[in-house]
């Protein structure tokens, strides 16, 4: 038997982010992942009661969003059940209410952020704990190096966020960055991708269960600023959370194909 030829690297296949022919296909996509990634949420348990809400702007109605819409379950959504949201908070396409947190945070951020595909915000376990403590994320592990200096804390609370110059506040402490810690509140993550946006969320929440585990075993060590820096410049992409995304959209997509239809 003759020694196996390599073959060469370009005929191997690598996963990238589709590009699309139209307007209805790239809308199609967003809401097809839109759904999977709230699937996904339900899954892993960040549903709390009605809240919770990640948001996809329409690529050809920029200022409006997809969003799920209020009082139905993560678990059973379905792409017919997406609502289509104005600027002003108006439902524009679908039969359902609009939760009023969702449209007051995310249209401040879609507004604020014309980068931003997706938004991703819920009550999970660990975000709500760290975001008790008022406190950022350490680079304590390489994962939570991708959010290093590339997050930040919104250091208030002043109840449920229907208040537009509160949303405002909020849009402006994300500032530039991929994610915000709402304190008292909860975790909130942003992508040029739906998928991004659904990875960091996903990847943040373990990393607030790692701090706070770490923190309670003893004195974790932190990763140098040079080396934090390094390694968020490697990790901390919206392409590198995409492809990261992919195998959980792949077990979705397989095992519950209903929710596309």
């Known amino acids: 038997m003759p020694e196996p030829t390599p073959i060469p690297t370009e005929q191997l296949q690598f996963a990238m982010p589709p590009t699309h022919q139209s307007v209805e296909e790239e809308r199609r996509h967003r809401k097809e992942r839109l759904v999977a990634a709230l699937r996904l949420f339900g899954r892993l348990g960040f549903e709390e009661g009605v809240t919770g809400h990640i948001t996809a702007r329409d690529p050809e109605f920029t ?109 402006a402490a994300l500032g530039p960055h991929k994610a915000v810690i709402l304190r008292n509140h909860g975790l909130l993550t942003v992508g040029d991708s739906v998928d991004a946006a659904a990875w960091w969320f996903l990847t943040m929440e373990r990393s607030c269960q790692v701090q706070l585990t770490a923190k309670a075993a003893g004195k974790p060590v932190l990763i140098s ?33 209903d929710m596309f239809g």
């Open 225 to 257: 600023h040079h080396d934090a820096v390094r390694t968020r410049e490697q990790l901390g992409s919206d392409l590198v959370a995409w492809i990261n995304y992919q195998p959980l959209y792949q077990q979705l997509a397989r095992s519950e194909p």
């Open 63 to 171: 200022d409006c969003f997809w969003v799920n819409p209020f009082g139905m379950s993560f678990s059973l959504l379905t792409l017919s059940d997406l609502i289509l949201v104005n600027g002003e908070g108006q439902v524009v396409e679908g039969r359902h209410h609009v939760n009023q947190a969702a449209f007051a945070i995310h249209a401040q951020i879609h507004q604020a952020r014309p980068d931003v595909v997706a938004a991703a915000h819920s009550h999970s376990t660990y975000g709500r704990a760290l975001a008790a403590l008022g406190e950022l994320l350490d680079p304590i592990t390489q994962d939570v190096c991708a959010f290093y200096e590339s997050h930040a804390l919104y250091d208030a609370y002043s109840g449920v966020v229907v208040d537009e110059e509160e949303s405002r506040r909020i849009a």
